[in-house]
């Protein structure tokens, strides 16, 4: 049961679509002091589940994070906020229920931060609605909650398929370069990513025409070759006179505005941009059809980035810090100056300040920013979305964005942002996983192999036999850091092993996952939600359940050769060196050491259950459906769900093939 509590005038997010009658009685579960602000107490052991794109556990207890879209390449235990504000929790314990806190500016949840058994919930205006849900389990609270926010977006299955992306290919050349190395080294691949280099001078909707004479061909030659080229597109828009983005956004007001009115001016990767106003639906049209230029020639995926939308500087923050800083620097630069000069400069981008400074026009009236943040980046993939859907009317495209907001699980999936080459950013993925997938986010995944810093050929392994389970599959690296393509490795082919069972296990996650986008479940789950009596699954943060029938424990400690695995119930443990090199053991329910060497993939599979593998092919559009075999307890069925992998509503195709 879903009761809705409205308090001041909240801004309408579109993140629940259902329509809910208001409740006119007091919000259970919380105090609240009519300022925007709600107080539960916790029982020691209640767990706190939820906020999606979070730091920290599974279990949320113990740290106080902040709802604010923000371009924070330091994803760290300090850290309290990331690209995305999921304000959904699930409280489980003596009282069990679940809270959406809608509302899109800045809201803190301090949860047993402040005081170790007080939830405290603060948003910083007392304008929002509060969704309060009751249900008989997790699951079910989950459940009930995606029906009102709407059936979770569904890419094209070659988005399924290993992607290649670095921030650093710079022409034709380089990409040619990455597909014909895979392709000797025998590695299947999908997709090939365009950073921001392929534009002209890193304006949307343009390409350089030195560094990519031809995109169109490239584009067609690389689809025979079964790879999709996929481009970034950023949320600011260059200021350029002649550009024509730039041109009309200016003429028809497309941009957001300041105080007085003028187009508001931050800078980021080219320099200084306007930020189209996605919260008007004028300017959400026009931005839209501008994919048509990169899909005239041939695209049919793009990410949206920078679209918290991430802000380098503002002139005039520049203006007053290099002034200070000359004060500061011209004396005798103590230890108070120093600090004060450092935090000035650190403090320059996504300064909060700045985002106080400019406005939407929304219906004919002024909004300011801030108070309404975190629909920026979700409301730029709607524009893309919506536009896609008139343009190319008869498929998907693919779309994944950095920033989100509830409600953009409708319009594409969501990447964890810039991660780095840590071991423990491996399990920070794989937390954030149940989160995301309970606020609908279920097309995701992380920079397989870490953004950020210089990665290694054992961590790259560990974290293939991670991220292979994820939707999305996509190696990216940052400019300046160690290559980190499969090639570039000494041992290529305990990688392209790792990949080629990725594509054995295609029809599976596929299958699993149009299982829970249809069925409003979740396809990544703590092991606690399907074992909600047992005690050890609650304590259990590193292993998750991947659909109905595969357990992951990956390893994501440096130089361990294995690890300790809960079984809540006896399972099969499948341990794979190949794609067609597999070992079984059943092992009872109770904690047990498991080893797996470093080419060792090893997963689970629960009791009576069986999964269905293929040959692995070189693409996804090889992908023979009549190779499937089932892997797992003899006599199981496993029930397989297809269809043609491209049309927007997959119940036109869709079949649902029984398996023994
Ligand atoms: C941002 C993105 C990253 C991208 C870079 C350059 O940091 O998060 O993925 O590579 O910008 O476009």
């Not at 989950?142 to 398929?161: D, E, M």
């Not at 990409?175 to 014909?180: C, F, R």
């Not at 919260?279 to 995926?301: A, C, H, M, Q």
């Not at 090199?581 to 689970?604: K, R, S």
């Amino acid at each position: 049961m879903i009761k809705k509590y409205i308090f001041g005038n909240p801004f309408p997010t579109d993140a629940v679509i259902k329509d809910i009658e208001k409740s006119e009685g007091k919000l259970p579960y919380f105090e609240t002091d009519g300022k925007g602000s709600f107080t539960c107490e916790l029982s020691e052991n209640d767990v706190v589940y939820g906020l999606g794109e979070q730091v920290r556990g599974i279990n949320k207890r113990g740290w106080e994070y902040i709802g604010w879209n923000y371009d924070n390449p330091n994803h760290q235990e300090d850290t309290r906020s990331l690209y995305g504000a999921h304000n959904f929790i699930i409280v489980q314990g003596e009282k069990t229920f679940g809270a959406f806190f809608d509302y899109a500016g800045k809201i803190v949840f301090d949860i047993g931060y402040t005081k170790r058994n007080i939830m405290n919930i603060r948003a910083d205006k007392n304008d929002l609605a509060v969704y309060i849900i009751d249900g008989e389990s997790e699951k079910d609270i989950v459940k009930q909650f995606r029906q009102i926010i709407g059936r979770s977006y569904i890419p094209p299955f070659w988005a399924f398929g290993y992607g290649q992306s670095r921030w650093g290919y710079k022409n034709e050349k380089d990409i040619k370069e990455v597909a014909e190395k895979y392709k000797s080294a025998g590695i299947p691949l999908d997709s090939i990513y365009l950073d921001i280099d392929y534009m002209e001078r890193y304006k949307d909707f343009t390409v350089d025409k030195e560094r990519f004479p031809d995109l169109e061909k490239l584009v067609r030659d690389m689809k025979n070759d079964g790879i999709h080229l996929v481009p970034i597109i950023d949320a600011g828009v260059r200021i350029e006179e002649g550009y024509d983005v730039y041109e009309e956004g200016v003429e028809n007001n497309y941009f957001c505005k300041n105080a007085d009115g003028e187009n508001f001016v931050g800078a980021v990767w080219p320099g200084r941009v306007h930020f189209p106003d996605f919260l008007n639906p004028k300017t959400r049209e026009w931005f839209g059809e501008k994919y048509s230029v990169l899909t005239k020639l041939g695209i049919d995926g793009f990410w949206n980035d920078m679209n918290e939308p991430a802000i380098f500087y503002t002139e005039d923050r520049l203006a007053e810090t290099l002034e200070k800083i000359e004060e500061l620097t011209s004396g005798n630069m103590g230890i108070d100056e120093y600090f004060t000069f450092t935090g000035m400069v650190a403090g320059l981008n996504g300064n909060k300040g700045d985002y106080d400074k400019f406005y939407h026009n929304v219906d004919g009236k002024m909004i300011k920013h801030s108070d309404v943040h975190n629909l920026y980046g979700m409301n730029m993939t709607r524009s893309a979305f919506e536009a896609l859907q008139k343009i190319e009317p008869e498929k998907r495209t693919l779309f994944f964005s950095r920033s989100s907001y509830i409600g953009a699980h409708r319009y594409g999936g969501i990447w964890q942002g810039d991660n780095k080459s840590w071991w423990s950013h491996i399990l920070q993925s794989m937390q954030q996983l149940p989160a995301l997938n309970m606020s609908g986010f279920i097309f995701t995944g992380c920079d397989t192999g870490g953004f950020g810093n210089d990665t290694t050929e054992d961590l790259m392994l560990r974290w293939l036999q991670y991220s292979l389970f994820t939707p999305l599959f996509r190696n990216h690296s940052a400019d300046g850091t160690r290559e980190q393509e499969l090639y570039q490795f000494d041992n290529v082919s305990s990688t392209a092993e790792m990949i080629k069972i990725r594509y054995s296990l295609i029809p599976y996650l596929y299958s699993e996952f149009l299982k829970a986008v249809l069925n409003d479940e979740m396809m990544f789950r703590p092991i606690a939600f399907d074992f909600p009596d047992d005690k050890n699954s609650q304590q259990t943060e590193d292993q998750l359940f991947v659909g109905n029938e595969i357990m992951i424990a990956p390893v994501y400690r440096q130089n361990a050769l294995g690890r300790y695995v809960y079984l809540p119930e006896e399972m099969m443990l499948v341990r794979m060196r190949k794609y067609n090199d597999f070992e079984t053991e059943i092992l009872p329910a109770g904690h047990h050491y498991v080893n797996a060497g470093l080419d060792e993939l090893v997963f689970f599979i629960r009791k009576g259950k069986a999964v269905p593998m293929c040959e692995p092919a070189e693409n996804t559009a090889n992908i023979d459906f009549n190779s499937i075999k089932l892997v797992g307890y003899s006599d199981s069925r496993y029930e397989l769900y297809k269809d043609n992998g491209i049309s927007p509503n997959p119940e036109e195709s869709l079949e649902i093939i029984s398996l023994s």
